[in-house]
């Protein structure tokens, strides 16, 4: 990939992962890969901005992108580390054993872990506070605010002032690589629409259980007259940079509800009982206007669920009772949504059993803390009857128009 240069002293560079198969944070799979984004500022002095992870290709590529720039890798002066994470830090441990005079700045709980992961020596390393600077000359002087929990307690952001762009990391991100069309202002309608998807999953996959800290950082940052955002992951928004904040204000406020004017059905079923009752959901949901996001486990990828339950007003579970719990692959789904804090939902159960029940017990049991609205399930022994099908139709409208209540 080659460097762009965005202004006269920053150039963007970046690297993309899309192997088939691999799994962002070893979690959630990326089937339109992601970008890794690192910025080079030069001054008097040189600082580069965040670095990439410890693979060979990835770190064999920046390294060649840096020296594009005009700068040798082993001659930057400076190295700022936004975020610890080692996405964006695995590369330091190679770079400290190639550059013996570059300091290293990050956030004061950002220090032991600088050492810890990457080796880097205790002397050489800088330690800021919100609001502190760092003048590289010819008036690019780089501020520094500490945005705790977006998404690691360590996390900082850079802004350039004489550029009016805001070094964000992993605040505004989205998945999917970045090739050509490195700018807003670049992407046709398709591909923005791309951008905004995948900026929803990528936020509901790795920032959704912090939304509270994106709220508070988006605050802090409000007094900047911000030009461009340069993220970490995915496009540079220097067209409409308020259009990908607005996205993150309105992902943070699904977190105290309500959501969007939708459903988010997962289903499971052993034996196809379950399975007899998603069309009657279906049906009694859409019929009251109310649309629908379906997914089937343990078939469908966690992360897709989880990004439509993030924006979804409501939620409706269909699942089979098994050895007196939940569906095991059911049970993985909810835990997770327990883990990203997924709350204030308007939500419905419904399902078969054997000889005897448990899936109730185990879903309420799980999902107490919540916050959920959980209408009265609908529960059938083996296969559903005619009537059995018609409550389940029934709930759906019902849970339909408790949502069209509860969105306004």
Not at 116 to 121: A, D
Not at 359 to 378: Q, Y
Request: proline share 4%.
């Amino acid at each position: 990939m080659n460097i762009t240069k965005m202004s006269g002293p920053v150039y963007r560079m970046g690297v993309n992962i899309h192997e088939e198969g691999y799994l962002f944070e070893g979690l959630w799979p990326i089937p339109d890969g992601v970008s890794i984004n690192s910025y080079l500022v030069q001054g008097d002095k040189t600082a580069v901005i965040d670095l990439t992870q410890e693979t060979a290709g990835l770190v064999e590529s920046l390294s060649r992108q840096i020296e594009m720039t005009g700068t040798a890798l082993e001659d930057l002066d400076y190295v700022i580390v936004n975020h610890m994470e080692p996405d964006h830090s695995g590369m330091l441990k190679d770079f400290v054993s190639k550059n013996k005079k570059a300091r290293f700045i990050c956030s004061e709980k950002a220090v032991p872990l600088l050492q810890q992961f990457c080796s880097v020596p205790e002397d050489r390393i800088d330690s800021v506070k919100d609001g502190d600077t760092l003048d590289l000359g010819q008036g690019q002087v780089l501020t520094f605010f500490m945005v705790p929990n977006v998404h690691w307690p360590e996390t900082m952001v850079t802004w350039l002032d004489s550029e009016k762009t805001l070094f964000a990391c992993d605040a505004f991100g989205s998945y999917g690589k970045v090739e050509d069309e490195i700018f807003d202002d670049q992407l046709s309608d398709e591909r923005a629409a791309f951008y905004e998807k995948e900026a929803l999953r990528y936020y509901a996959n790795i920032v959704a259980s912090f939304s509270m800290f994106v709220d508070k950082a988006i605050a802090k940052l409000a007094g900047l007259d911000i030009k461009i955002i340069a993220p970490s992951h995915g496009i540079v928004w220097r067209k409409n940079p308020a259009k990908i904040i607005e996205h993150y204000q309105r992902y943070a406020s699904y977190a105290k509800g309500p959501a969007e004017k939708e459903v988010c059905l997962v289903w499971a079923s052993m034996y196809g009982n379950t399975e007899k009752a998603v069309s009657p959901l279906i049906r009694g949901l859409k019929e009251e206007g109310v649309e629908v996001n379906l997914f089937r486990v343990p078939q469908d990828d966690l992360g897709h669920i989880l990004a439509a339950a993030w924006k979804s007003a409501g939620l409706i579970f269909a699942m089979p009772t098994y050895e007196y719990k939940m569906f095991p692959p059911m049970a993985t789904v909810v835990d997770d949504l327990m883990i990203k804090k997924v709350k204030n939902k308007k939500v419905l159960r419904v399902g078969s059993f054997g000889w005897v029940g448990g899936a109730e017990k185990d879903f309420r049991t799980r999902t107490e803390k919540a916050g959920w609205d959980i209408m009265d399930s609908v529960e059938f022994q083996g296969c559903p009857t005619e009537e059995d099908l018609k409550n389940v139709e029934n709930s759906a409208r019902e849970l339909a128009k408790q949502i069209k209540e509860f969105v306004g």
